[in-house]
């Protein structure tokens, strides 16, 4: 046991000690956040010019109806469409918006200024421009658009689900992100860490040390010492993940909630521009909805589900990385024997974010949440939306029982391909090396 | 020190070993022969308990092995590497301490080593910044730092320069001066000469020939003499021996002759003395690489 500490040591400590560990460990988290930061702050400057439209409406239809918006106002100069082009061409931020008179007729509309308009600027103009015309043509049809605001019904439905501690908010939105998250990360991790395991082994292999290794501890020693070190090494990065994206979210979300009051009060302000108000009021309610929701999913829960399932998985798993880096040497031949590792783990994957999310106490969920080889990606996809403790029960046993027995017939196969060379080998050859005694 | 007794090892279809038995002597370098796929490296395993027979049994001080005995076993692989990556006096210490050594301990000894190498300042460099041959010298130290009772080299001179390989043969010799049992297996058979006491030869899975040097070199003399003279004996009929060859040197002729049956090498001389004087005489011994030849041809 002592000479397995010692190997899970050097295979922990020569991957930690390496720069490149470091490197993602900060990367990846600061990366997402980064991303995030940026969309917001893109999305903040945008909205920071004001806009000045000049409206030339030949047609008449439009005449002082436009409805000033936050950083977008019309006025309507009483020049010529020239004379209001060489004004335009002096100020930044200043358009001039040009119906022409047959307007009714063909729907022409210009947008000329020093600059390019930006999509959600046109659209804006685009959607005022057709409200008017429908009011106006409501107006001439008899109908009061008063009346017809209050047909318009909103309908928003909130999903309850009944639990011990009473009705609870059924998140669905957030209950698929997580559950998403989380096997979307196990998906990732088998592949990588497994490989990991799987190039260790053709590392010693090559470098012909494993033979030297072996006279010391036993190939299963060596084995388990490997995965468990590596296996070690994945849970640091998670954690390490976790520790600093909660710390750097943590600072993102005190200056987005800065920001969120300053948009706040110029909403107070802009009262008149109802329409436009409305729309984001109700945007803010979705998003708190959102984290209200992912409040009541129990989080403690999830992150020990998690790291159940990674490290059963992952043993699962990457004992067969082993034993296919034990049969080759190099990673180029890997290729032949990897394809029922991957298959099923891209099958559950698959399946999981079709299937499994959709519906998430069907029979098929529910096959593939207990079967060993699948049940580590799909059950991270059921664990947000409640699963039964007997279904969570079996599904870590047979898990548990499912790694014992792959690792015993990768040790099998490992014992005997690490001291063979040169030789192509088959599945037969590997069926044989397993039946091989002591 | 180690018995083996009645070995078998069978892969698949091939059987590796054929109840193959030997003992090997408390302070003898026991040389380990055959050609390639004979079953030395099968043997070689099973003795580190890489592998275990499918029958037999093998003794380390007259106690069955376990694997309480890894630690008193120090191995040298034929085919044999490092961690590319790691530092070399990391790599020592780990190496011993899989072998049972504490890190202080072994610290110590590596460092002893070290001194002893004159490699002092290769402590944090990386395998992949030696050659082979410093690789080589590295991974001997490696072997012997815990101060096993029984060293197994397999091929240790393979990647030495001739400088290095005596380098390697004097520690050799005095690890096992100092009373550690040494089974050498190679190829190159004037090392054998040079090193081993006793000789075990495996062909086809099957122990050929086991005995010490000296017994076997004399059991494959076949009388057969080299004998310098002033005259060439091409033309003269001898009673005692036959004439095998004849090569003519400046001021003798070397004559290559064997006994006749019956005759000793007293009588051949007297029947040689009237004929011509005498320069040289020398029994032609074989080596160990003719009787390996010859035994694993025949």
């Known amino acids: 046991m002592n000479k397995v500490l010692l190997i899970i040591q050097r295979e922990y400590l020569s991957r930690v000690k390496k720069k ?104 804006d103009v685009e959607n005022q421009m057709e409200d008017i015309l429908r009011n106006k043509k409501l107006l001439a049809a008899g109908i009061d658009t008063a009346v017809l605001n209050n047909t318009k019904s909103k309908v928003n439905i909130n999903a309850k689900q009944l639990t011990d501690e009473g009705e609870k908010d059924a998140s669905v939105g957030a209950t698929y992100a997580v559950g998403f998250l989380g096997a979307f990360l196990i998906y990732l991790a088998l592949f990588i860490y497994g490989a990991q395991v799987m190039r260790g082994v053709i590392e010693e292999k090559t470098s012909r040390i494993v033979e030297v290794i072996v006279s010391s501890v036993k190939p299963f020693q060596l084995m388990l010492g490997k995965i468990l070190g590596i296996g070690a090494v994945g849970l640091t990065q998670f954690l390490l993940w976790i520790l600093l994206s909660t710390g750097l979210s943590a600072i993102g979300t005190n200056m987005l909630s800065s920001g969120d009051k300053d948009a706040v009060k110029t909403e107070l302000k802009d009262t008149k521009n109802d329409l436009k108000a409305e729309t984001s009021v109700q945007k803010g309610d979705a998003a708190k909805q959102f984290f209200k929701a992912a409040e009541t999913i129990n989080f403690t829960f999830i992150i020990s589900t998690f790291i159940f ?86 599904s870590a046993i047979l898990l548990i029982a499912g790694f014992v027995f792959t690792t015993w017939v990768a040790s099998r196969i490992y014992r005997v391909g690490i001291l063979m060379h040169g030789k192509k080998i088959t599945y037969k050859e590997l069926a044989k090396w397993f039946s091989y005694k002591e | 020190m180690l018995s083996i007794k009645n070995i078998v090892k069978e892969y698949a279809k091939h059987r ?202 004399n059991a494959y003399r ?29 001021e003798q002729t070397v004559h290559t002759l064997k006994l006749k049956e019956g005759f000793a090498v ?16 020398e029994e032609v011994i074989p080596s160990v690489n003719e009787i390996f030849i010859k035994t694993v041809k025949d």
Not at chain 1, 103 to 121: D, H, Q, S, W, Y
Not at chain 1, 364 to 384: C, D, E, G, H, Q
Request: hydrophobic residues 45%.
């Open chain 2, 222 to 250: 076949n009388n057969t003499f080299k004998v310098g003279l002033a005259h060439d004996l091409s033309d003269v009929t001898l009673q005692t021996a036959y004439l095998l060859a004849s090569q003519e040197n400046d």
């Open chain 2, 16 to 217: 590796a070993l054929d109840d193959v038995s030997m003992e090997i002597e408390q302070g003898t370098i026991f040389g380990l022969l055959g050609p390639n796929g004979a079953g030395k490296t099968s043997l070689i395993r099973i003795i580190n308990q890489i592998t275990a027979p499918d029958s037999g049994e093998i003794f380390f001080n007259g106690e069955k092995l376990a694997p309480k005995h890894i630690s008193k076993i120090g191995y040298l692989p034929e085919e044999r590497g490092l961690y590319k990556k790691m530092e070399i006096g990391e790599q020592m210490l780990y190496l011993a301490q899989l072998k049972g050594l504490s890190r202080a301990e072994a610290t110590k000894r590596i460092k002893f080593w070290f001194e002893k190498m004159e490699i002092q300042s290769w402590w944090k460099k990386k395998v992949e910044d030696l050659s082979k041959g410093m690789q080589q010298k590295v991974q001997f130290i490696a072997t012997v730092l815990h101060q096993p009772d029984l060293i197994i080299l397999d091929e240790p001179f393979s990647g030495f320069d001739p400088v290095n390989a005596a380098v390697i043969k004097d520690e050799i010799l005095e690890l096992n001066k100092n009373g550690a049992t040494i089974i050498f297996s190679t190829h190159r058979m004037e090392s054998v000469e040079e090193l081993c006491q006793h000789i075990a030869l495996i062909h086809k899975s099957h122990k050929i020939l086991d005995g010490s040097l000296k017994s076997i070199k």
């Open chain 1, 309 to 394: 399932y990674f490290i059963g998985g992952y043993l699962l798993y990457s004992a067969l990385f082993a034993a296919v880096g034990s049969a080759v040497d190099s990673e180029t031949e890997t290729q032949q024997f990897m394809l029922p590792i991957t298959l099923p783990l891209i099958f559950t994957f698959i399946l999981g974010m079709n299937v499994v999310v959709n519906n998430p106490d069907s029979s098929l969920s529910f096959w593939l949440s207990v079967i060993p080889f699948t049940s580590p990606i799909a059950m991270m996809i059921r664990i947000p939306f409640g699963v039964p403790d007997w279904q969570l029960a079996l």
């Open chain 2, 266 to 281: 007293n009588n051949l001389l007297q029947e040689l003395i009237p004929i011509s004087s005498i320069s040289s005489l």
């Open chain 1, 20 to 123: 490149s560990f470091l490197l993602l460990t900060f990367l990846v988290p600061s990366l997402f956040i980064g991303m995030y930061v940026a969309i917001f702050f893109i999305y903040k400057h945008n909205d920071d010019n004001a806009k000045r439209f000049h409206v030339i409406d030949e047609s008449g239809i439009f005449q002082n109806q436009f409805k000033d918006q936050k950083n977008l106002s019309f006025d309507y100069p009483q020049h010529s469409y020239g004379e209001a082009k060489k004004t335009a061409r002096k100020h930044k931020d200043v358009f001039i918006l040009h119906i022409s008179p047959d307007f009714e007729k063909t729907g022409n509309v210009e947008i000329i200024g020093e600059k390019k308009p930006g999509i959600a600027l046109l659209s």
